[in-house]
Nanobody, 127 residues
Framework: QVQLVESGGGLVQTGGSLRLSCAASGGTFSNYTMGWFRQAPGKEREFVASTNWNGSKIGYRDSVKGRFTISRDNARNTVFLQMNSLKPEDTAVYYC????????????????????WGQGTQVTVTS
């Protein structure tokens, strides 16, 4: 059983930056593909970014490309999401997810494919 704890959310103005962290425990971190997702009020949870087990292969949703960067530190059992040039439409609860590595697939964008989730951290971007 893997436990995930997100941190780093907050209130920021348009154009600002935040760095989210997700600390994992209870499993071998390098055995998991990790992802960041977000959910705004009244909307479904959506994919933001994902990384394979060692950070060498990464995927992003189109609207965050060039602004957000996902990374992981396997020695610290932590995955990060650096968010720059934030916009009001980035406002949401951000969740990290973990998915057991799968042969031939580097990263995943679909919510149902993830096995474990954190409790989320609120990001609010004001205009």
């Amino acid at each position: 059983q893997v436990q995930l704890v997100e941190s780093g959310g907050g209130l920021v103005q348009t154009g600002g930056s935040l760095r989210l962290s997700c600390a994992a425990s209870g499993g071998t971190f390098s055995n998991y593909t990790m992802g960041w997702f977000r959910q705004a009020p009244g909307k479904e949870r959506e994919f933001v970014a994902s990384t394979n087990w060692n950070g060498s292969k990464i995927g992003y949703r189109d609207s965050v490309k060039g602004r957000f960067t996902i990374s992981r530190d396997n020695a610290r059992n932590t995955v990060f999401l650096q968010m720059n040039s934030l916009k009001p439409e980035d406002t949401a609860v951000y969740y990290c997810g973990a998915r057991t590595r799968a042969f031939g697939v580097s990263w995943f964008r679909d919510v149902p494919l993830y096995d474990y989730w954190g409790q989320g951290t609120q990001v609010t971007v004001t205009s």
